[in-house]
């Protein structure tokens, strides 16, 4: 698949090559680092916090072992973020019903507990800030003068503070990426389509399982798909056992899925729709940076990162001022993650927003989704542009080494797109 299918149709640095390459050669070459609020200590407390160190684990799938081996069920484990699979990560966790001696006892492969300590909360989503890369790009094309190609971008990106905040290709699925289409499946109600897509679909790529999915689009045999289906693939697993069990009831099989996989699916969705309102931006030379009349700025919280809670306006009244404070990496321009109780910009950036929505043939009340309202989003706004700080990079004919902090929900990958160029599958 293009990643134009993703809506990532533009680079900021349209006019400069890339040194092409591959990310992730072993998942050594891809580490991040989570930087997050760490909960107070409090010895008499009910939960225990964990820095996990985790090594080509794939997030639900660690949740699910770590889940067995301390006999707690799925609402018993917190996290912030979710982790890149083929990588090496650090995150913290937090886990209820146990002991801190139980979480530091465990014995799973490529992962180790570096610390543990008793608190009163769990870890939630709102106490991620950030995250640390040091990425390895390798198998850079020959030829290509890496130093200068790499400068030339950085100090391109360096004038507006940061880089396109597409999704990248890993919140549609880096193997088979059509979450989006789920999620738009399940936005029009159509909970067979969206379970089929996930299950069978087989998309022609060669990956695992595909002659499986085959069978199963072509014969809608559920019981016959539970031979066929490989044992790593869990989640179509427990789908189709559901459909064997309980012929018909789609929204069922949806359901066995975990919870934050089933709002991936219209998150992906909506991210896809906010790739291609960007691209669209960046096609009509509007700035990411600087604010127009009619915008919706986000400015920073007191963590120092965008506050979708406090959305600003700009008008012609305030455009000056806003303006400055974006200048000054206080406020950045957002664009809209369409849902229930979004509210779409004016000016230019709303008729780019109005007419890619009204392509799409969606509504507001869409996405309040009768029969699953576990994946029903109310939407909200998010940066056009993404910050990083702490940019180093080495390099040498062959390879280059990029070290870097961004904030949370903003993609190492996408990035590292605008030095490499390189096709979907080199992510």
């Not at 709002?263 to 790739?275: G, K, L, P, R």
Request: glycine share 10%; charged share 25%.
């Amino acid at each position: 698949m293009d990643e134009a299918k993703l809506g990532l149709e533009r680079y900021y640095t349209e006019d400069l090559p890339g040194i092409g390459g591959k990310l992730r050669k072993t998942p050594d070459d891809f580490v991040v680092d989570e930087v997050s609020l760490k909960p107070p200590e409090k010895p008499s407390g009910a939960v225990v916090i964990a820095r996990v160190w985790h090594r080509n684990w794939e997030a639900n799938r660690l949740v699910r072992r770590l889940g067995s081996n301390l006999r707690i069920g799925r609402p018993g484990i917190g996290f912030a973020g979710t982790k890149d699979g083929r990588s090496i990560a650090t995150q913290l966790m937090s886990f209820r019903g146990v002991s801190v001696e139980d979480v530091k006892a465990l014995e799973i492969p490529d992962v180790r507990i570096l610390e543990a300590y008793a608190a009163d909360r769990m870890i939630s989503i709102g106490d991620l800030i950030g995250n640390r890369f040091a990425v390895n790009v390798k198998d850079i094309d020959e030829g290509v003068e890496v130093s200068e190609v790499c400068r030339c971008v950085k100090s391109k990106l360096a004038e507006i503070g940061g880089f396109p905040n597409y999704f990248g290709v890993q919140r549609f699925g880096s193997i088979r990426p059509i979450t989006h289409m789920i999620g738009s499946d399940l936005v029009r109600g159509d909970f067979e389509g969206a379970v089929m897509r996930y299950v069978a679909n087989p998309i022609g790529n060669g990956s695992e399982g595909e002659d499986a999915r085959h069978a199963l689009q072509e014969t809608g045999d559920f019981s016959q798909a539970m031979k066929d289906l490989p044992q790593k693939f869990t989640f179509e697993r427990v789908m189709v056992s559901h459909l064997v069990e309980r012929p018909g009831d789609y929204v069922g099989a949806i359901r066995r899925l975990p919870r934050n996989l089933q709002m991936m699916f219209v998150h992906a969705y909506q991210s896809y729709i906010f790739n291609r309102i960007l691209s669209e931006r960046l096609r009509r030379g509007l700035p990411i940076h600087l604010p127009i009349a009619g915008d919706i700025v986000l400015p920073l919280n007191k963590n120092g990162v965008p506050d979708q809670d406090r959305p600003i306006a700009v008008t012609h009244d305030n455009l000056e001022k806003v303006r400055r404070n974006s200048s000054e990496g206080k406020a950045f321009v957002s664009g809209v993650l369409f849902g229930s109780e979004s509210v779409l910009a004016g000016g230019e950036m709303g008729e780019i927003e109005s007419d890619l929505v009204g392509r799409e043939g969606i509504s507001r009340e869409d996405f309040q989704i009768v029969g699953l309202r576990e994946a029903s989003s109310k939407g909200t706004r998010r940066e056009l542009l993404a910050a990083v700080n702490d940019i180093g990079i080495f390099a040498n004919d062959d390879a280059a080494r990029f070290e870097f902090t961004l904030n949370k929900g903003c993609y190492a990958t996408v990035l590292l797109r605008e030095f490499m160029k390189a096709g979907i599958t080199s992510y």
